[in-house]
């Protein structure tokens, strides 16, 4: 007998042109096996979305919660913010002569660096459903 989904999992997806393409990129990059790319995207993917998430009020039970929509604008700033400390701990890994790991910060900042330049901005700064 299937056990019917609780509608907060049936919720339509929130999508940007931004999540997208990092969504698209990180598709190639496990195809590719791209560990550090994968690595990358998946983090800056993740701060998206807990930047969505809200504080749930003390007051009594809550079973749902609305997210917080960001706008194109914040979610190009988490995930340049992402690729800004991947370049930071490349120069922290250098500085330690840490070649290899400086590498694996290089490229991950790269693809990030690079799906913020390919993404097209969002025509009303913010989120649709998908």
Same mark, same amino acid.
């Given at each position: 007998m299937a056990v019917p989904k609780p509608q907060h999992l049936l919720s339509?997806?929130?999508t940007?042109?931004? =999540? $997208?393409?990092? =969504?698209?990129?990180?598709?190639?990059?496990r195809r590719e096996r791209d560990t550090a790319a994968v690595s990358a995207l998946r983090t800056a993917i993740a701060a998206? $979305?807990?930047a969505e998430a809200v504080p749930i009020p003390a007051a009594g039970p809550v079973t $749902?919660?609305?997210? =917080?929509?960001?706008?194109?604008d914040e979610e190009r700033r988490?995930?340049?913010d992402e690729?800004?400390?991947l370049r930071l701990a490349e =120069?922290?890994?250098?500085?330690r002569g840490d070649q290899q790991r400086a590498l694996v910060a290089a490229a991950g900042a790269e693809v990030l660096e690079q799906v913020l330049a390919q993404a097209p901005p969002s025509a009303s700064g913010?989120?649709?459903s998908a």
């Open positions: 339509p997806t929130m940007s042109p931004l =999540r $997208e393409s990092l =969504r698209s990129r990180l598709l190639r990059a998206v $979305e807990n $749902e919660v609305d997210r =917080r929509v960001l706008g194109a988490l995930v340049g690729a800004a400390d =120069r922290d890994h250098r500085s913010g989120r649709t």
